[in-house]
């Protein structure tokens, strides 16, 4: 087997946190923290409000979610041509807090239901990025109940399948991201990171995947070690400069 990946990608998702002074505060002082850095497999997903207002900070400023149709009636959704003509390149499609699928939940259990995003509209939003030149990070991954059932290969190959299906050209990675590991400290063993992600460049025909949950400046050169781990995928540590330097200094000094 043959992993596609030159350099290793870094993907920071701020998830529903920061604003336009305390968000470019993080940027430039992340910068001073790491340094040189090939700026091209760096990206910080934020939220699309701080998209303009952070896209002169020198660093690739992406997204968290996109529609999958162009313009319309759809009240409080955002348009894959709209990103693309802000210059977006990287937009996170399907994360599991997205479907739903909480590491440690702090809403109401009766409001899961929001949070409706399924394999079929993944698959529609992707397909979306491709006609618009965007580049999708697609997540997939196990909930612990699965994962407890023996079920992580079938629930990650079927998400990615479905993800992918008809979509022809494909100029996105994956993102395997269990969902019992994602903001709660508990990381993916890395062996076992390494393999799930391999079931995933497989199943995707040679896509690079990157490995979410709870990547840290203190695990991630174990995981990027892994040549099936192809970056990662980085939610609290991406709001600490310190730690996001010393994730991408792991990344790109393999
Ligand atoms: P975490 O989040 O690094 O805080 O676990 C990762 C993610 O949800 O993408």
């Known amino acids: 087997m043959i992993f596609c990946m030159a350099s290793k990608l870094v ?3 701020w998830k529903m ?15 001073k923290a790491a340094g040189e ?10 939220p699309f409000p701080l998209i303009s207002p952070l896209q ?6 992406g997204a968290q979610d996109v529609f999958w149709l162009d313009s319309g009636a759809f009240t409080g959704f955002t348009s894959p041509d709209l990103l693309a003509k ?20 702090d809403v109401p259990e009766s409001t899961l239901p929001f949070f409706a995003e399924t394999d079929e ?9 491709e006609r618009h030149g965007l580049r999708a990070i697609v997540c997939v991954g196990e909930t612990l109940a699965e994962r407890d059932a023996g079920k992580t290969d079938e ?21 395997y991201e269990p969902v019992w590991a994602i903001g709660t400290g508990k990381t993916c063993d890395p062996d076992e990171a390494a393999r799930v992600c391999g079931l995933v460049w497989q199943t995707s025909e040679g896509r690079t995947c990157l490995y979410g949950g709870s990547v840290s400046a203190a695990n991630a050169a174990d995981l990027f070690a892994r040549d099936e781990i192809g970056g990662g995928l980085v939610g609290g540590a991406s709001l600490k400069p310190a730690d996001f330097a010393a994730i991408v200094g792991a990344a790109q000094n393999r």
């Open 11 to 13: 993907v920071g998702n």
């Open 17 to 31: 946190n920061l604003d336009p002074e305390s968000g470019g505060r993080v940027l430039s002082d992340f910068q």
């Open 37 to 46: 850095f090939d700026p091209a497999s760096v990206a910080f997903c934020v």
């Open 56 to 61: 002169n900070h020198g660093v690739n400023i």
């Open 86 to 105: 802000m210059g977006v390149e990287w937009i996170i499609v399907g994360h599991s807090e997205r479907r739903g699928r909480f590491g440690k939940l």
């Open 121 to 129: 509209t993944v698959n529609l939003k992707v397909k979306a990025c």
């Open 155 to 175: 629930i990650v190959s079927g998400q990615v399948r479905r993800a992918l299906d008809g979509v022809a050209t494909f100029h996105g990675v994956l993102a």
